[in-house]
């Protein structure tokens, strides 16, 4: 839960590094948080209100977080729009998220391991 707080509390942090752990914890506890609004909202019939508002609260942090991983294997965040292919692109960018770190320090700033 830390780490999806960590991302939260920089939430428009667009530079700088993100490792694989913050990156993968944020996108399960965001897909636990999902699952769990839509079972409520099934439950009282709701039409995905809660979803929605939520969806758009966290967008800015998942795209921010996105980029700070890209970073961190050495891309530019402009590498995010490559997501826009249909079926290559979202194949390309998980690779991409699934890469290990770059040791050594690179443009984007430090290792944060």
Avoid at 12 to 27: I, P, V
Avoid at 33 to 61: D, H, K, N, T
């Amino acid at each position: 839960m830390e780490w999806y707080l960590a991302v939260l509390k920089n939430y428009a942090g667009f530079s700088g590094r993100a490792r694989r752990k913050e990156y993968w914890m944020f996108l399960l506890f965001n897909m636990i948080i999902a699952v769990v609004l839509g079972f409520i909202e099934g439950l009282f019939g709701s039409p995905g209100i809660l979803g929605s508002i939520y969806s758009l609260a966290v967008l800015v942090p998942s795209i921010a977080v996105s980029m700070r991983r890209l970073h961190d294997t050495g891309r530019s965040g402009w590498w995010m729009l490559i997501g826009f292919v249909p079926l290559i692109g979202a194949i390309v960018l998980l690779i991409f998220f699934v890469q290990d770190s770059m040791q050594s320090s690179n443009q984007y700033g430090p290792s944060p391991k």
